[in-house]
């Protein structure tokens, strides 16, 4: 076969591939995904049978051993998972450092970095008992990390995990729920952000897990390196798009819901403004999760007797779109992220923690990844080339004589 490193090595050339859109960096075997066909499959199971029959613990599960669960793996998967919920009460100062208004995603990837400190023996990543332990506890704390920095930016106490609840149970209740204070969980809720995680999961070599395979390559620990993978995610182009569609839907509704308008400005690239939550780098038919998340946006309103204005500008939007040579040439459909803001909003969350959910259904395929990566016989550290572009050579000029 075609040796692209002895090439290399005997002309001194690199391959330039401006976004790696057509560099595959590993061998994978957790998500196959075909851009083309807008299909994505776990492990080989088709994501619209898991976000049907599935749950996110089951889901998370498979993508990190290969395998759905048996009875009795499932139930001590889940029981491993809610014993490792609790943080370290020192975690809780963290908090009271961050100015009220910080962004949670910072707050995330801050908490998520500091664990580290708390778990040293976990640094070695060749230590398996260590990886298993890191993994657990990351499973167990990022919701309890996520609540916590929601609490902080509405001022209210903490609500510790309870460990008879189910994972997204406990998520919601330390989120929503004041301590000593009645608390109802709604099972429409409950079920529509399972499914919203299990659709999250993984999506292959995407900024994120590419960031936390990269960091992982230098044998740096879980934490560290999903904590990198937390700060991708927040870019408004990967995992923020979520916030940015809804203060898109908000500023097209405060501007007199002018949907017209709106499109031509992008069209016309007039500051940069982009449809956000549309376009994606692979798939450029549909991306089969909006699908999905799309009629559950319409039966989570409903359910919830919700009616949203914000969705009307949404389907005006796209059905705009979708008729407009502009997107149509440019193979721009709706992406993940334009239709699960509204859920989210109807449950009760604020645009700021959007990105937050993304993260917690993100975390298992960043944990998959980062295991094959480090299994990897042979594996090697991430490093790119470049095309050097600046002055080849000149020689040092005294400050005075500049
Ligand atoms: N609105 C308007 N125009 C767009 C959009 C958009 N959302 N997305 C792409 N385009 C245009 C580009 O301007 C470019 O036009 P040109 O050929 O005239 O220069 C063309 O479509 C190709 O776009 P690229 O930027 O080359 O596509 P790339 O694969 O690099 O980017 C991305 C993909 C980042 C998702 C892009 O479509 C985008 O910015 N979308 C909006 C943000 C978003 O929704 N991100 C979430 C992605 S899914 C996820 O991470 C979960």
Request: aromatic content about 10%; glycine content about 8%.
């Amino acid at each position: 076969g075609f040796d692209i490193g002895k090439l290399r090595a005997e002309t001194g050339l690199v391959t330039l591939d401006s976004g790696y859109g057509n560099t595959a960096a590993y061998k994978s075997a957790i998500t196959y995904l075909d851009g083309e066909g807008g299909i994505l499959r776990y492990r080989g199971y088709p994501i619209e049978q898991l976000a049907e029959h599935g749950t996110f613990l089951e889901t998370a599960y498979l993508l990190i051993h290969g395998e759905l669960p048996t009875v009795d793996q499932q139930a001590a998967f889940k029981d491993e998972v809610t014993r490792h919920t609790l943080l370290h009460e020192d975690v809780k100062r963290f908090y009271d450092g961050f100015p009220r208004d910080a962004h949670p995603m910072a707050m995330l990837s801050s908490v998520v970095s500091a664990l580290s400190t708390f778990y040293q023996d976990s640094h070695n990543p060749f230590d398996e008992e260590q990886r298993h332990l890191s993994t657990i506890r990351l499973l167990a704390k990022l919701p309890t990390i996520a609540a916590y920095a929601y609490k902080k930016a509405v001022g209210h106490p903490v609500v510790y995990p309870r460990n008879d609840l189910g994972y997204v149970e406990n998520f919601l209740r330390m989120t929503f729920s004041v301590p000593a204070a009645e608390f109802e969980l709604d099972p429409v809720v409950v079920n529509a952000l399972d499914k919203l995680l299990i659709l999250h999961a993984d999506h292959e070599q995407n900024c994120s897990t590419s960031t936390v395979r990269l960091v992982g390559s230098s044998q740096a620990n879980m934490f560290a390196s999903i904590s990198a993978g937390i700060n991708a995610l927040w870019g408004p182009l990967h995992g923020g798009a979520n916030q940015s569609v809804l203060e898109m839907l908000q500023g097209i509704q405060a501007s007199g819901s002018d949907v017209d308008t709106f499109i031509r400005k992008v069209k016309d690239k007039e500051d940069g403004v982009k449809l956000m939550g549309f376009g994606h780098r692979v798939y450029k038919n549909f991306d089969p999760r909006a699908k999905i998340i799309k009629s559950a946006a319409h039966d989570v309103l409903s359910a919830l007797g919700k009616s949203d204005e914000l969705l009307d500008i949404a389907l005006r939007l796209e059905e705009h779109a979708l008729s407009d040579d502009y997107f149509v040439e440019r193979k721009l459909y709706p992406n993940v992220d334009f239709y699960t803001g509204l859920i989210y909003r109807a449950m009760g969350f604020p645009n700021s923690m959007f990105t937050v959910l993304f993260a917690l259904g993100r975390l298992p395929g960043w944990i998959a990844q980062w295991h094959e990566m480090i299994k990897e016989p042979g594996s090697r550290i991430g490093r790119p080339r470049q095309i050097y572009t600046g002055v080849v050579e000149r020689d040092y000029v005294p400050i005075e004589s500049r």
